[in-house]
């Protein structure tokens, strides 16, 4: 298996030197995603754009939360998991909504079940889902605009998961304590 540079502010690429910048002013650190992603400019530009994107929707941090996390858990990103778990504490999301996530029981709201489950929706269908999955999340009291939104969290998330997913980037030491696998149900 190839393994996969991972830059600081010294040895990346010169058009990722101002975007690692940004991140470690954003965070205090260089994430090991940001760092992997730094190889190219283009791809940590993209990834910090929809990011930044993103949390300008009109989804409150609950929704933010349930967008990512329920794409980072579906796709078993053995890092996003875990960071989310910590950006989420930051954002003051609850510890009910986290665990629900993480484990894959049920949100302490419809509204957020129906969220969870429109996105589910539109990974499983690849952007095509039915009228009467569209429907049911209209009727939840979401928007056309949720719906694009969900592909903009979609597009960020496929983004770092995948990478996370080839490169097999360490878990951040910071994050550690939130470390995550995917729960296996027995069988009945």
Known sequence: ?????????????????????????????????????????????????????????DFDNDEKTVVWQTINVENECHYCVPAHTGIAKMMKVSDEITEALRNETPLPSEKLEALRTFTLQVME????????????????????????DVVLGLAQKTMSNYVNHMAKTPVD??????????????PA
Not at 125 to 148: C, I, K, M
Not at 173 to 186: A, H, I, P, T, Y
């Open 1 to 57: 298996m190839a393994n996969f540079p991972s830059h600081d502010l010294e040895s990346a690429p010169e058009g990722s030197k101002p975007l690692l910048e940004k991140s470690q002013a954003a965070f205090g650190r260089l994430p090991g995603l940001h760092k992997v992603m730094a190889e190219s400019p283009q791809h940590l530009e993209g990834y910090q754009v929809l990011h930044g994107l993103f949390l300008q929707t």
């Open 125 to 148: 269908t690849r952007g095509n889902p039915t009228e009467e999955q569209l429907q049911a999340f209209f009727d939840a009291g979401y928007s056309h605009r949720a719906v694009l």
């Open 173 to 186: 030491q910071v994050m550690r304590g939130f470390l995550w696998e995917r729960k296996v149900s027995e």
